[in-house]
């Protein structure tokens, strides 16, 4: 009568250090295969894309301009046409889609525009805003 009833029970045995951290490692697993895994995948795929860039594609940049592609410039440079005669510079990392892939310039193919086009460029159709000078 002179001891209480909890301090009688005695100590509870402490769990395994392995249990304690197992639900530690099961939020590691699951942060991997929903967040690291896919996002590595998606900036692997990125980084393939801007790789195969080359002249003729039509792409849109980071900041949302549409364009075609007019000349890969060096490793990290594209230049880029925005309008008829209108072309910037941006680096390839900031190529955010590529709309139209174009086909591959045969060297031994003859006529067009000279630049891998077989079609000769067509004079008139859309201009920027309407403006510009149809030749």
């Known amino acids: 009568m002179l001891i209480s009833p909890a301090y009688a029970q ?6 395994d250090a392995f249990t304690t ?3 530690l490692i099961l939020i590691g697993v699951v942060f991997y295969f ?7 995948k ?16 039509k792409v849109v940049t980071a900041g949302g301009v549409f364009g ?6 060096g490793d990290n440079e ?4 925005i309008a008829e005669n209108v072309r910037i510079r941006v680096v390839r990392g900031t190529i955010s889609e590529v709309l139209q892939k174009s086909e591959p310039a045969n060297k031994n193919e003859q006529g067009g525009d000279g630049g891998g086009n077989p079609e000769p460029a067509k004079k008139g159709g859309f201009k920027l805003f309407g403006g510009g000078k149809s030749s």
């Open 78 to 81: 594209l230049q880029v046409e």
């Open 42 to 57: 998606r900036i692997k795929d990125h980084r393939a894309m801007v790789q195969a860039l080359r002249r003729g594609d």
């Open 34 to 40: 929903l967040l690291i895994r896919p996002q590595q």
């Open 68 to 73: 075609t592609v007019t000349k890969v410039v």
């Open 10 to 15: 005695g100590a509870a045995a402490a769990p």
């Open 21 to 23: 951290f197992v639900p």
